[in-house]
């Protein structure tokens, strides 16, 4: 029994798509509703208008894991509120990115009009638009937009959180987000602005932002758990965790569970190896959690041991 709960919704297991993974077209949402040992359904960020997102070449395959510089390409967020609506197979989380705060709102407005009562998600951490920062490493714009969501927003909504690697930030931005009624928080985006170095060809391998762009897969894995512990040790008991970064075996599953996520998500591994990765990761956690005697995942949950 590998159910798990967050904010009001009951999953069946623990296993999410990553936002932006095969989640942005109809056919592809209609992929993830067919797909066997995913629990829920992330739609991609979506904005108030439609985006085409950056030029190509936008997503670079690595050994160690991947690059991307997609520059939010969406159909728009009716096209999403609609779909969400809509679906009956799974839960639905509501991925919404703004421009500026005040796309946020407006986009959130409409959401709280509608008929939706699933999880909404905020994302607070996209990388790759040029000229616009990651509102999350702003503690201070954090706040001030969080504010102004909770003054009318009432239903489900968590938010998306770019990667911390320092203690004090750690504390910082826990500090702001235990403030406000927030369903969960998922952690990490990509890491943001790496730069990968085709040697031969003496070039970068992604167009926009001159080859800087958000990494993923297994090279942060660490960063990813480390994010994840980080917030189950500040972030209020009811604040539910979406572990999201490095995944490509149920064992780092486990690890994700381990230090305290709710739920899980998998990105870069759903690109290298196609939807079956869902089955092939739960038969994996399944196998660990036998030989290790535990039932649930609430027998290991956040129950990582320190020397
Ligand atoms: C994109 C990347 C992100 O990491 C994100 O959170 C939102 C959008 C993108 O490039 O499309």
Redesign the pocket.
């Given at each position: 029994n590998l159910t798990t709960q967050l904010a009001n919704v009951t999953f069946d297991g623990p296993l999410l798509n990553a936002?932006?993974i095969h989640c942005q077209t109809s056919a592809e949402l209609a992929d993830l509703a067919n797909t066997s040992n995913l629990a829920g359904i992330v739609t991609k960020?979506a904005t108030l208008f439609p985006r085409k997102?950056?030029e190509n070449p936008r997503y670079h395959d690595l050994p160690y894991g991947s690059i991307?510089?997609?520059?939010?390409?969406n159909l728009g967020y009716p096209f999403y509120l609609d779909y969400v609506q809509q679906e009956k197979a799974k839960p639905t989380i509501l991925s919404v990115?703004g421009l500026s705060a005040d796309d946020v709102i407006e986009v959130l407005s409409d959401i709280q009009d509608s008929k939706y009562q699933g999880i909404t998600e905020l994302?607070l951490?996209?990388?790759?638009?040029p000229g616009k920062p990651q509102t999350a490493y702003d503690f201070v714009a954090t706040r001030k937009v969080l504010e102004r969501v909770f003054e009318f927003f009432t239903k489900p909504i968590g938010v998306?959180l770019p990667p911390y690697f320092d203690l004090v930030h750690f504390d910082q931005i826990a500090a702001v987000l235990n403030d406000f009624p927030i369903t969960h928080v998922n952690t990490v985006?990509?890491v943001g602005n790496g730069l990968v170095v085709d040697v031969a060809k003496e070039q970068v391998v992604t167009k926009a932002k001159g080859g800087f762009g958000?990494l993923g897969g297994a090279m942060i894995l660490p960063t990813a758990l480390a994010n994840v512990r980080a917030l189950r040790q500040r972030l209020n008991d009811n604040i539910a965790i979406i572990g999201t970064g490095g995944v490509t075996t149920g064992a780092d599953v486990f690890a994700h569970i381990l230090c305290g996520a709710d739920m899980v998500s998998v990105g870069t591994q759903v690109i290298k190896e196609g939807l079956g990765v869902y089955d092939r990761l739960t038969q994996e956690l399944e196998a660990l959690m036998t030989e290790k005697g535990y039932e649930r995942l609430a027998d290991f949950r956040g129950q990582l041991r320190e020397l």
């Amino acid at each position: 029994n590998l159910t798990t709960q967050l904010a009001n919704v009951t999953f069946d297991g623990p296993l999410l798509n990553a936002s932006g993974i095969h989640c942005q077209t109809s056919a592809e949402l209609a992929d993830l509703a067919n797909t066997s040992n995913l629990a829920g359904i992330v739609t991609k960020s979506a904005t108030l208008f439609p985006r085409k997102g950056n030029e190509n070449p936008r997503y670079h395959d690595l050994p160690y894991g991947s690059i991307n510089s997609m520059g939010l390409p969406n159909l728009g967020y009716p096209f999403y509120l609609d779909y969400v609506q809509q679906e009956k197979a799974k839960p639905t989380i509501l991925s919404v990115a703004g421009l500026s705060a005040d796309d946020v709102i407006e986009v959130l407005s409409d959401i709280q009009d509608s008929k939706y009562q699933g999880i909404t998600e905020l994302n607070l951490s996209c990388p790759n638009v040029p000229g616009k920062p990651q509102t999350a490493y702003d503690f201070v714009a954090t706040r001030k937009v969080l504010e102004r969501v909770f003054e009318f927003f009432t239903k489900p909504i968590g938010v998306k959180l770019p990667p911390y690697f320092d203690l004090v930030h750690f504390d910082q931005i826990a500090a702001v987000l235990n403030d406000f009624p927030i369903t969960h928080v998922n952690t990490v985006n990509s890491v943001g602005n790496g730069l990968v170095v085709d040697v031969a060809k003496e070039q970068v391998v992604t167009k926009a932002k001159g080859g800087f762009g958000g990494l993923g897969g297994a090279m942060i894995l660490p960063t990813a758990l480390a994010n994840v512990r980080a917030l189950r040790q500040r972030l209020n008991d009811n604040i539910a965790i979406i572990g999201t970064g490095g995944v490509t075996t149920g064992a780092d599953v486990f690890a994700h569970i381990l230090c305290g996520a709710d739920m899980v998500s998998v990105g870069t591994q759903v690109i290298k190896e196609g939807l079956g990765v869902y089955d092939r990761l739960t038969q994996e956690l399944e196998a660990l959690m036998t030989e290790k005697g535990y039932e649930r995942l609430a027998d290991f949950r956040g129950q990582l041991r320190e020397l």
